[in-house]
């Protein structure tokens, strides 16, 4: 698969507007940041501008909006920026803010892609690194019906479903993916509330910075107009009559489904939050702000102990390998009984996985032991090296034949004996660049999560036709 290198913006970019909750008016620039950066955010209205990383371990509530905290430093809602920023291929920027909120502008992240598009795109020389959905990984909030779901794929896509007990809003559908133009069908949808909602949520110190222009406004039951007239006098906005249920501020809507829309656009937002970017279908039914942060807490703990490197790689023997032992001959020049590796399942950038199959027809075993077989400690420590050569030969141009010879082995260390029906797992990963055809690797052997074998390898790359 081709690599994806990472984005940072062109130049810096300055949006202003109030918050929702806060009603504070606060102002957002957008400055561009070195590789592997990621999304940080920079209070510059405090002593010292404190920084906090756009990161699901600092989010600390989640009542209508994100937010996050580290210490005393708050910054909230800021899902629709984190969604403008997925949604427009961004992996690093710096967000300097003079407040404590994200603007909200019109309640939906179109102000925000259009600022960005204007910044402009700019390629950086590092490649972007994913976090792949290997396996079925469920959220369930019983008392909610909140449900979120990642499956394995080869691409980002997220499935929304809503439900509501409304008249005027009740089950809806949106989905993205790859084909999906972000800015024109998913970026503009608003954010919504209900009539019934409004004094409560302004009682618990929420929406004061709320009106018509930065929200969907749904009445779904009838009211006295004494009772519309003190909800507008409450937000310190003009009256309005109304006779008939709807969308109070009797705006269009974008899309019949604007509302599951904007939830799928939350839901973006705050995956985001997990650092790295996704390979996987997400679905999701009656999603909120708790429900996608808890959710993307788990990913990231999914993600976390999949690049631990004594935890062991996922092996499914019922999926087709990368290279079979076929395809290894061509890499290879080993032979019966010396070719050790049976099949390679993954490979990326600056990795490689291998599987060797320990059986007792193995010659070695005929003298080691006969009393007890033991796969033979040099042997594993091979078998791991015929995988790095797989790796680095694999990755050399097309001009020619190339060989791998050991120059030395570090650190090596035998966890737990090998035998006969054991499944072998190499995983091998690059420790700095392939310089003067010279290769470093780290190696590590599994049998199920047990590291058996341990140890780091220098190998010359040599040009043999």
């Known amino acids: ?30 400055k561009p940041a070195p590789e592997d950066f990621g999304f940080k955010f920079k209070r510059v209205d405090i002593d010292g501008h404190p920084v906090i990383d756009a990161n699901v371990s600092k989010v600390k509530g989640t009542s209508r909006g994100t937010v996050l905290k580290d210490g005393e430093i708050v910054i909230s809602t800021i899902e629709h920026v984190m969604a403008a920023l997925i949604g427009t291929g961004i992996d690093n920027v710096l967000m300097e803010l003079n407040g404590p909120e994200a603007p909200i502008l019109d309640g939906s992240a179109a102000a925000y892609v259009k600022i960005l598009g204007e910044a402009g795109l700019v390629a950086q020389s590092v490649d ?140 973006m937002g705050d995956l985001a939050l997990i650092g790295k970017r996704i390979k996987g279908r997400i679905v999701a039914k009656r999603p909120g702000h708790g429900p996608n942060t808890e959710f993307a807490r788990m990913l990231q703990k999914e993600y976390l102990k999949g690049i631990s490197e004594n935890t062991a790689p996922e092996y499914d023997p019922n999926k087709v390998p990368l290279y079979d032992i076929n395809q290894i001959r061509k890499f290879l020049p080993h032979r019966n009984p010396f070719l050790l590796l049976d099949k390679v399942i993954e490979k990326g950038a600056d990795y490689i996985i291998g599987v060797k199959n320990v059986t007792m ?30 790796f680095v030969i694999s990755s050399q141009p097309s001009d020619g034949d190339y060989s791998t010879y050991f120059m030395t082995m570090d650190s090596i260390k035998f966890r737990k004996k090998v035998v006969p029906g054991d499944t072998l797992i190499f995983r091998l990963k690059l420790l700095g660049p392939i310089r003067r055809g010279i290769a470093n690797m780290r190696a590590i052997a599994f049998v199920g999560d047990t590291v058996v074998c341990e140890g780091e390898f220098m190998a010359q790359i040599v040009k043999t036709k």
């Not at 698969?1 to 102002?27: A, F, Y």
């Not at 479903?161 to 559908?173: F, G, K």
Request: charged fraction near 20%.
């Open 1 to 30: 698969m081709m690599s994806v290198k990472q984005n940072t913006i062109g130049r810096e970019v300055t949006i202003s507007g109030k918050g929702l909750h806060t009603g504070v008016d606060v102002t957002l620039t957008f």
């Open 128 to 267: 972007r690194e994913y976090f792949e959905i290997k396996r079925k990984i469920v959220y369930r909030n019983p008392e909610t019906g909140a449900e979120l779901i990642a499956y394995p794929d080869d691409d980002f896509s997220i499935d929304v479903m809503i439900s509501y007990n409304s008249a005027v809003l009740a089950n809806q559908y949106a989905s993205y993916n790859h084909q999906t133009p972000f800015a024109q069908e998913i970026a503009p949808c608003r954010t919504f509330v209900f009539v019934r909602e409004l004094e409560m949520l302004l009682k618990n110190n929420l929406v004061k910075g709320g009106d018509v222009d930065n929200a969907i406004v749904i009445m779904d039951q009838l009211m006295p107009q004494s009772e519309l007239d003190r909800i507008a006098d409450l937000f310190n906005q003009n009256h309005i009559e109304v006779n008939k249920i709807g969308i109070l501020n009797n705006l269009t809507l974008h899309f019949d489904n604007e509302c599951a829309r904007h939830k799928l656009l939350d839901v």
């Open 361 to 390: 027809n193995e010659p070695f075993f005929v003298g080691h032991f006969p009393s007890e077989p033991v796969m033979p400690g040099v042997l594993i420590i091979e078998a791991m090296a015929q995988a790095g050569g797989v």
